[in-house]
């Protein structure tokens, strides 16, 4: 495909409303944590987008009336309870319960006897992830089981790279090596998330041919919300000759 052809392949986002201020927070804390596997992340970062804003707890995050069996059908959505669901349901719990022991989350029983998980976010002060809705939504509406879980922790280590602000950093280019290490999953596993990611336009990205021969193939990346930064980086990275073509 020619350099107009790749650049331009998002120009039918541009009529669509993809930036929000509707987002969850996801502290940078969870992927320094060599006890959790990618798993137990894409768990908590389930558990973050189904949570709410409690007044009655001091603005504590929540989920309300929530067990494992409830939170196994809202991630594998069964038709019905059939096959080895009993067994998921007990991996659920001492995910749960990992999760309850590290500090990231509090099974109580609230005011009216239901069983509540409380998401204290305590660690936002050393650094946390914006998670945007658009790309959430995506995620949750065509995917179930683990590959959802592992998903959203893909998506979240992605967020945790990036910035914002006047001086963010929204274009990532090395991403899959810093991902690896916090999903504790190989470089190639991190890649295969990544294509669902993009394919399915939760993410932007560029695949380029560089002028400099040490690296002469890069990759670029961009959250879908932030996909004009993304274009015009690439553009101006191009105009300035140190991408000499664009592979996809």
């Not at 494992?68 to 038709?79: D, F, G, T, V």
Request: glycine letters at 6%.
């Amino acid at each position: 495909m020619g350099y107009d052809t790749v650049i331009n392949k998002y120009n039918g986002l541009k009529n669509k409303t993809l930036y929000t201020q509707t987002f969850a927070t996801v502290g940078k804390q969870i992927f320094n944590d060599n006890d959790l596997d990618i798993d137990d992340i894409g768990l908590y970062v389930f558990l973050v987008t189904r949570s709410r804003q409690s007044l009655e707890d001091d603005g504590i995050r929540v989920v309300d009336r929530i067990d494992s069996l409830s939170i196994y059908k809202m991630i594998y959505r069964p038709q019905k309870l059939k096959g080895k669901y009993r067994e998921i349901v007990g991996d659920l719990d001492e995910r749960l319960n990992r999760l309850e022991d590290h500090g990231f989350i509090e099974r109580t029983i609230n005011t009216l006897g239901e069983q509540t998980i409380k998401v204290p976010q305590d660690d936002l002060k050393q650094g946390f992830a914006k998670l945007y809705a658009p790309g959430i939504r995506v995620i949750l509406r065509k995917l179930t089981g683990k590959k959802m879980l592992r998903e959203l922790a893909a998506y979240a280590a992605f967020r945790s790279l990036i910035f914002e602000g006047d001086k963010g950093t929204y274009i990532i280019d090395r991403g899959p090596t810093y991902i690896k290490n916090w999903l504790h999953v190989e470089k190639s596993t991190v890649n295969n998330y990544l294509r669902w990611l993009r394919e399915n336009y939760v993410l932007a990205y560029f695949k380029c041919k560089q002028l400099s021969m040490h690296e002469p193939w890069k990759q670029y990346y961009s959250d879908i919300v932030q996909y004009d930064k993304l274009v015009e980086y690439v553009k101006i990275q191009y105009d300035k000759g140190f991408i000499k073509s664009l592979a996809e």
